[in-house]
């Protein structure tokens, strides 16, 4: 095999680490997906950088942590100026792609003070996180009284479905995310109850099989080489799958929740919050759970038979031979455990994801198979791709580590000793219920491979898990004296964390290696008394210069 | 008098907060600058965010710190997108105009990579720092076997000295800032011992009084309201000074060293290292301070001169009654106090700067002549210059607190219980000498009213001054157990504010808030079992909806 020439970046949306076989789901077979990892590294401790499908990409793509770019919760735009995967990828000579999703809200007020026009090939990339768009399908096209939350959600995707037949003015909610009874109602998706129901919809136009095709027809016709992100929507909500997925799973593969009651009862005041949010309490019920993971089993089974088909389309075109193939998801959804729902928590439940890399190189043969347990980032994504398609990483901007030491078994962990993760909830309604402003509503997670700790902005104490004796993460010893220790050791690691340098991205590394022996050699020369205190070459430009004397003269006017 | 119109933003380099008389100086007596002082409020714990002058002026003109903006060495540009004063004050409808230094240095690759054209009206104010120019003038041009340090060093002043009369490649250099003996050798202001000579120059045609009529002619012609940067090069070095200044003030006024033995004997590495490199060696020296300090004695003289003529000219054309005047500096000097020369560390010597507010409106006539000890950083300027011009302060950019609510007698504090100041020596040689990376070579100085401490990246202890019984600071307390409380109490401050949201620039207070509110009402609804867990007004999008049954039909081609 030859030396990776193009990257297939695979991301899913919401999709639990543990909900893959090679993972150790029970009862759900993910044969293909599995195969990928047999023919790469299993990541089995990778951790996005937020619990939240916008700022964990923004972190994905540019290589920095959620703290250093600012988008922290989806609707928060990406500052212009932010240097992204396409901008180090294009510099490096490599295209930078997208199909499907980035969660992606452009920074409109800063492109209009910096002057850059939406339409031009700069704007454009600037407003689309620095991919070139094949296709931008968020995945989204919901409806309120304040309107649509994404004028231009799934619009692509609903032209196809209206030429297919669909019609309706929106056939993404109306076929391809709800139910139909027998008379024709539409049975919506956002309603949790239907998610038994099977998606109104056939199995080939829905989502996932729709954004494969797409993806194939981009590289089919791609100038290598080439990055293409296919960026799938699904499991993410509504949670609803078409047949034959829909009938696949019902309750009794349903595994009971992970939570205690004391786990309840004794909860930190933020992490209760959660808890007693209209999700949280939506999947603390087995009514809600029964109906919603038979379906997202669905849509992650009709997932795996999806990569079988892109897969084998890979191999049938050779582009197997040269391609690196990454798959992972941007979070996890708590599906009830710890009386959680959706993302919007620390657990490893959604923090932390499925990660594969098949590298197609020979170097990486001593490792087909392996499971790594390095502490991995989602942010170490960028500097990889960078070193694969021939450039060297901007340390300055990049915060990442690149995973070829370890995909080419030159070292089993990366150069860190704690994984970060962010979470911003100034924007939610929980903020006003715990009054907290919009600057002490935040929540950073620090965890190494035996401790997670979670500080919560405004007082309060942190939050302990023990993820060595406890893995489930189901006793908080945030408040144990006895382990005083532990949280000082951890807050140590925080502050080590927030203390980076990681806003000085104008001058690299080597810039400022250079300064420190050059500072001289541009005629700035402090602390010399006369002409003997530094040799001839630096204070030449100031020797045997002469003048007329101007200080006694008049003065002219 | 009327509320103020304008701005007049004056700043010095290199002033020290001590070298004024109306500040204590014993020798030097600034009469036009304490009659400012007596007409506003002279603000006596005015800390700067970095000791240099590149970095300090770029949180002054952005109000961030430079944790934030990143641009925190001299020669690390100001990145592309970072939001200034002046994009600040022409959204509230004033002009922001430059006449002299900035030290900006472009960010050339940020804006090749967004297309920004330099001689574009945007390009050109981000390459000037937010700033319209009316004329840029660093001060600097020195050049050395490696080329020029800043090869649009001085230009325009050169242009002018030349047509003047003072022929040379360089008139900057051999007229304005050396010397010349008997035989017309050019005695360069670059080597100490010849700060006890005259410059040789007109003392109309020197720097200060150049700028000074460079100001009022901007004034002169300027459409209100404008903010006027008039920012002077002196008293920084080359320290010399034309006649009458050169021969007013000798070795007789020059005061002792604030130093001990002690001081020097158990310094911190970090600290010993500044005080054992040429710079600090040389201001160590007798020679060099009795040399030096007359000279600089004699530029601030200069410039209080300058002062009376600039502050009798604002009222004889009727400004002083519409315009706010500010008067500060970018850092001070240590001169030899504490081992050191320069202003890169972090005692009071060289991060307290002098800031004198005079506010023309009726509301400050009940603070005229005050001192106040309010915390105040330099990155307060850009909030109260914005409430001025009649704007708001969009506090999710802006890291400072407007000054008005001093100025106008309703506070006496600042809303904060510390300053921040940062320096950053990984371009410097001491960073090789004493094995740092360029990242852990940063320092983070925290300070209140009692205490000082200075954290130095890299596994050092930290720093510690008792300023209320040490104001001086020659005891270093960072090893004392006995302070072990203090100094865990200043790291909680210091990491109250390495967590602070510094980035989330892109969504203001009141957009936040609002989300918070109306989250479900664009349609996105989580956590809903059916149409009974939410108002008919936000479900009404999902229901009632129809549509032909499509999940049963053919797959078709």
């Given at each position: 095999m030859a030396k990776a020439k193009n990257i297939l970046f695979l991301m899913f949306d919401?999709?639990?680490?543990?909900?893959?076989s090679c993972y150790?789901?029970?009862?759900?077979?993910t044969p293909n997906i599995d195969r990928l990892a047999a023919m790469g590294v299993r990541f089995d401790r990778c951790y996005i950088q937020s619990p939240i499908c916008g700022s964990s990409r923004m972190s994905t793509y540019t290589g920095r942590y959620v703290h250093s770019?600012?988008?922290?919760?989806?609707?928060?735009p990406l500052k212009v100026g932010e240097i992204t995967m396409g901008d180090h990828l294009r510099e490096a000579g490599m295209g930078c792609w997208l199909v499907g999703k980035t969660h992606m809200r452009v920074d409109a007020a800063g492109m209009a003070r910096l002057g850059l026009?939406?339409?031009?090939i700069i704007g454009a990339r600037v407003s689309e996180c620095g991919f070139d768009v094949f296709e931008r399908d968020d995945g989204m096209r919901p409806e309120g009284p304040n309107g649509m939350?994404?004028?231009?959600?799934a619009k692509v995707y609903n032209e196809y479905l209206r030429a297919r037949?669909?019609?309706?003015?929106n056939p993404w909610h109306d076929f391809a995310n709800s139910g139909v009874d027998d008379e024709g109602n539409v049975l919506s998706?956002?309603?949790?109850?239907?998610?038994t129901e099977a998606a109104n919809i056939l199995e080939r136009d829905s989502e996932t099989p729709y954004l494969t095709r797409r993806g194939m027809e981009f590289m089919d016709g791609a100038d290598a080489p080439w990055l293409c992100?296919?960026?799938?929507?699904?499991?993410?909500?509504?949670y609803i799958v078409p047949e034959p997925y829909a009938?696949?799973?019902?309750?009794?593969h349903v595994p009971p929740p992970i939570r205690s009651q004391e786990e309840f009862d004794s909860a930190h005041p933020v992490l209760r919050a959660f808890m007693e949010s209209p999700v949280g309490r939506a999947f603390s019920t087995d009514r809600v759970r029964n109906a919603v993971i038979p379906a997202y089993m669905g849509l992650i089974k009709q997932i795996d038979d999806q990569m079988g088909v892109l897969f084998q389309w890979l191999e049938d075109t050779g582009r197997m031979d040269d391609t690196m193939i990454v798959l992972t998801s941007d979070h996890g959804d708590?599906?009830?455990?710890?009386?959680?729902?959706?993302?919007?928590?620390?657990?490893d439940t959604s923090t932390r994801v499925p990660l594969i890399v098949y590298d197609p190189?020979?170097?990486a043969d001593a490792t087909r198979g392996t499971v790594s347990d390095a502490?991995?980032?989602?942010?170490d994504l960028v500097p990889t791709f960078i070193e694969v398609a021939g450039g060297q990483v901007p340390r300055h901007i990049v915060e990442g580590h690149s995973l070829l030491p370890i995909l080419h078994g030159?070292?089993?962990?990366?150069?860190?000793d704690f994984v970060i993760c962010e979470y911003d909830y100034?924007?939610?309604p929980m903020a006003e219920k715990l009054g907290r402003t919009v600057r002490d509503a935040v929540l950073f997670m620090v965890a190494d491979k035996d401790w997670k700790m979670v500080h919560a902005e405004g007082g309060f104490r942190p939050i302990l898990f023990d993820?060595?004796?406890?893995p489930q993460e189901l006793?908080?010893?945030?408040?144990?004296?006895?382990?005083a220790e532990v949280i000082a050791a951890m807050y140590e690691k925080l502050h080590r964390w927030t203390r980076r340098?990681?806003?000085?991205?104008?001058?690299s590394e080597e810039q400022l290696l250079n300064m420190r022996k050059?500072?001289?050699?541009?005629?700035?020369?402090?602390?010399?008394?006369?002409?003997?205190?530094?040799d001839l070459e630096l204070t030449m430009f100031y020797r045997d210069r002469t003048a007329p004397n101007r200080k006694a003269g008049p003065e002219a006017g």
């Amino acid at each position: 095999m030859a030396k990776a020439k193009n990257i297939l970046f695979l991301m899913f949306d919401q999709l639990r680490w543990d909900y893959l076989s090679c993972y150790g789901q029970p009862h759900l077979e993910t044969p293909n997906i599995d195969r990928l990892a047999a023919m790469g590294v299993r990541f089995d401790r990778c951790y996005i950088q937020s619990p939240i499908c916008g700022s964990s990409r923004m972190s994905t793509y540019t290589g920095r942590y959620v703290h250093s770019h600012g988008a922290s919760w989806n609707g928060i735009p990406l500052k212009v100026g932010e240097i992204t995967m396409g901008d180090h990828l294009r510099e490096a000579g490599m295209g930078c792609w997208l199909v499907g999703k980035t969660h992606m809200r452009v920074d409109a007020a800063g492109m209009a003070r910096l002057g850059l026009a939406p339409d031009s090939i700069i704007g454009a990339r600037v407003s689309e996180c620095g991919f070139d768009v094949f296709e931008r399908d968020d995945g989204m096209r919901p409806e309120g009284p304040n309107g649509m939350y994404d004028p231009d959600g799934a619009k692509v995707y609903n032209e196809y479905l209206r030429a297919r037949g669909y019609e309706s003015d929106n056939p993404w909610h109306d076929f391809a995310n709800s139910g139909v009874d027998d008379e024709g109602n539409v049975l919506s998706g956002w309603f949790l109850k239907n998610s038994t129901e099977a998606a109104n919809i056939l199995e080939r136009d829905s989502e996932t099989p729709y954004l494969t095709r797409r993806g194939m027809e981009f590289m089919d016709g791609a100038d290598a080489p080439w990055l293409c992100h296919l960026s799938y929507i699904k499991p993410h909500w509504p949670y609803i799958v078409p047949e034959p997925y829909a009938s696949m799973y019902g309750p009794q593969h349903v595994p009971p929740p992970i939570r205690s009651q004391e786990e309840f009862d004794s909860a930190h005041p933020v992490l209760r919050a959660f808890m007693e949010s209209p999700v949280g309490r939506a999947f603390s019920t087995d009514r809600v759970r029964n109906a919603v993971i038979p379906a997202y089993m669905g849509l992650i089974k009709q997932i795996d038979d999806q990569m079988g088909v892109l897969f084998q389309w890979l191999e049938d075109t050779g582009r197997m031979d040269d391609t690196m193939i990454v798959l992972t998801s941007d979070h996890g959804d708590f599906l009830g455990d710890h009386w959680l729902g959706e993302k919007t928590f620390f657990h490893d439940t959604s923090t932390r994801v499925p990660l594969i890399v098949y590298d197609p190189s020979p170097e990486a043969d001593a490792t087909r198979g392996t499971v790594s347990d390095a502490l991995v980032e989602s942010i170490d994504l960028v500097p990889t791709f960078i070193e694969v398609a021939g450039g060297q990483v901007p340390r300055h901007i990049v915060e990442g580590h690149s995973l070829l030491p370890i995909l080419h078994g030159q070292a089993t962990e990366m150069p860190r000793d704690f994984v970060i993760c962010e979470y911003d909830y100034s924007a939610q309604p929980m903020a006003e219920k715990l009054g907290r402003t919009v600057r002490d509503a935040v929540l950073f997670m620090v965890a190494d491979k035996d401790w997670k700790m979670v500080h919560a902005e405004g007082g309060f104490r942190p939050i302990l898990f023990d993820l060595k004796n406890d893995p489930q993460e189901l006793t908080d010893l945030g408040d144990s004296p006895d382990h005083a220790e532990v949280i000082a050791a951890m807050y140590e690691k925080l502050h080590r964390w927030t203390r980076r340098v990681s806003q000085r991205t104008t001058r690299s590394e080597e810039q400022l290696l250079n300064m420190r022996k050059n500072g001289r050699r541009t005629g700035v020369m402090l602390g010399l008394y006369d002409e003997n205190d530094a040799d001839l070459e630096l204070t030449m430009f100031y020797r045997d210069r002469t003048a007329p004397n101007r200080k006694a003269g008049p003065e002219a006017g």
